[in-house]
């Protein structure tokens, strides 16, 4: 049941969230400019206080406007004020808000970083140096199927860990403080898993190590 608090915030002020929802909207047509995800592929949210903006399902991704956003209450996983068809992710996107900090999530399928998400190797974060301030490591969550309780539950569990995680199978998954430094982390994710790549195909690799990568971690 919502609180009158969420409904009455919602219902009579939704355009309070017009400039949060074309955010979401503009970030998604950004991935697919980017080539970081399809025509109908992947799924962008942020958090604004008890409310959850999501992009919604079925919609092509590229032209997508502020009143695409679907409007959920974080809580109760209910829409408030919308009705569109919500990303089969949306619970794992509200999971996430739930357990972390995390103010925006995107999840889409680049195709390195979705390739390393079915290989039994890493994505090397070692070999730029903003690849490893921004990101860390890279997580890999196991296998479970899209659109699930158990795929929602082990993700937001893992991304109390990291911000970059590869889904098993499915494709990758990032999380920030704004949607830009989320968005951010996917392409550099996308940019560290087409190098790790292409690294494969010459000699021994300078990576960054040690006191090096002690030194970037505490600039975070």
Same mark, same amino acid.
């Given at each position: 049941?919502?609180?009158?608090?969420?409904?009455?915030?919602?219902?009579?002020?939704?355009?309070?969230?017009?400039?949060?929802?074309?955010? *979401?909207?503009?970030?998604?047509?950004?991935l697919y400019e980017r080539t970081l995800t399809t025509a109908t592929g992947g799924n962008v949210s942020a958090r604004a206080g008890d409310v959850m903006l999501i992009t919604p399902s079925g919609?092509?991704?590229?032209?997508?406007?502020?009143?695409?956003?679907?409007?959920?209450?974080?809580?109760?996983?209910?829409?408030?004020?919308?009705?569109?068809?919500?990303?089969?992710?949306?619970?794992?996107?509200?999971?996430?808000?739930?357990?972390?900090?995390?103010?925006a999530v995107v999840h889409s399928h680049p195709t390195f970083a979705s390739l390393y998400s079915a290989l039994d190797e890493t994505i090397d974060t070692h070999i730029i140096a903003e690849t490893?301030?921004?990101?860390?490591?890279?997580?890999?969550?196991?296998?479970?199927?899209?659109?699930?309780?158990?795929?929602?539950?082990?993700?937001?569990?893992?991304?109390?860990?990291?911000?970059?995680?590869?889904?098993?199978?499915?494709?990758?998954?990032?999380?920030?403080?704004?949607?830009?430094?989320?968005?951010?982390?996917?392409? *550099?994710?996308?940019?560290?898993?087409?190098?790790?790549?292409?690294?494969?195909?010459?000699?021994?690799?300078?990576?960054?190590?040690?006191?090096?990568?002690?030194?970037?971690?505490?600039?975070?």
């Open positions: 049941m919502l609180s009158a608090k969420i409904l009455n915030m919602c219902y009579h002020h939704l355009m309070d969230f017009e400039k949060e929802r074309m955010e *979401v909207a503009a970030t998604m047509a950004r919609k092509d991704k590229a032209s997508l406007k502020a009143e695409d956003i679907a409007l959920v209450d974080i809580a109760t996983g209910c829409q408030i004020g919308t009705s569109w068809r919500l990303s089969i992710e949306s619970e794992m996107h509200r999971s996430i808000y739930l357990k972390t900090d995390a103010k490893y301030y921004l990101l860390d490591e890279v997580v890999k969550v196991p296998y479970e199927l899209m659109g699930t309780r158990e795929l929602a539950e082990k993700v937001s569990t893992y991304a109390c860990k990291a911000h970059a995680l590869l889904l098993e199978n499915h494709g990758a998954l990032t999380t920030g403080a704004t949607l830009l430094s989320a968005f951010d982390r996917m392409e *550099v994710l996308e940019q560290a898993a087409r190098l790790t790549y292409l690294s494969k195909s010459f000699g021994k690799l300078n990576d960054i190590n040690g006191d090096r990568l002690t030194a970037i971690a505490a600039m975070r």
